[in-house]
């Protein structure tokens, strides 16, 4: 299938500072990418829909101000934690879609952000 | 919401076939089911995906109901590394988002 890289891996920052996560679809260009976050052993929770080229459509209750999306080019979609805070602390994962036909989403192995 | 009902637990033995059962009885007709799992700590993993038909590829076989209302993913000899949680998704064709619900965590018995 499909492969999808994120970078960090891992990140433990300050609170207050702010945390940039790279999501890129390797071998195939996505239109549409998805950010979601999965707190322990809790199911993953949609966050928003990244689009190529222009905003991002946030979920009901995600601050678009807090967490800022930006999807460059068709390989690339980068989620910032600004101004983090310990309640951030999470794993992030991306989602990238292969064009054409019924769409298969395919997973980045996510980033576990830690703040303290 | 999910759209979709999965027991919470599961166990099988290694070697044996896991069989995980999904209800979706508000499926519509132009929505598909897809599985994924996700092994601790991971991001989920594509299984395999269908509309009305059964499927079958390298990892798994997919048995949807005729009237399409329940499904049944089956990986035919499981493994210890088979140990995941399990989604069921109901989902339209296109760009639109996967939205999980809690899954089945099958765990497979040495």
């Known amino acids: 299938g499909a492969v999808v890289s994120q970078h960090p891996s891992r990140v433990i920052c300050k609170s207050g500072t702010s945390v940039k996560i790279e999501c890129r679809s390797l071998?195939?260009?996505?239109?549409?990418m998805f950010w979601y976050r999965q707190f322990p052993k809790k199911s993953l929770m949609l966050m928003a829909t990244?689009?190529?080229?222009?905003?991002?459509?946030?979920e009901q209750g995600v601050e678009k101000d807090k967490f800022l999306i930006n999807h460059a080019s068709l390989t690339l979609s980068t989620l910032t934690v600004t101004s983090a805070h310990p309640e951030d602390s999470s794993f992030y994962i991306c989602?990238?879609?292969?064009?054409?036909?019924?769409?298969?989403?395919?997973f980045g192995p996510g980033t576990r952000l830690l703040v303290l | 919401d999910a759209k979709t009902t999965q027991p919470t637990s599961m166990d099988c033995a290694e070697g044996r076939a896991a069989n995980l059962p999904c209800n979706h009885s508000?499926?519509?007709?132009?929505?598909?089911v897809y599985w994924y799992r996700q092994i601790h700590s991971q991001g989920p993993q594509y299984i395999i995906h269908?509309?009305?038909n059964n499927e079958t590829n390298e990892m798994a076989s997919l048995i949807i109901t005729e009237d399409r209302k329940s499904s049944t993913l089956i990986l035919p000899h499981a493994t210890l590394r088979d140990t995941a949680v399990y989604y069921c998704?109901?989902?339209?064709?296109?760009?639109?988002?996967?939205?999980f619900g809690k899954g089945t965590r099958l765990s497979v018995i040495a």
């Open positions: 071998d195939f260009q996505a239109t549409t």
């Open positions: 508000t499926i519509s007709g132009n929505e598909y």
């Open positions: 989602s990238a879609g292969t064009s054409g036909g019924v769409e298969t989403q395919y």
């Open positions: 990244s689009n190529e080229g222009s905003k991002a459509t946030y």
């Open positions: 269908g509309l009305k």
């Open positions: 998704i109901v989902r339209v064709g296109g760009r639109t988002p996967l939205v």
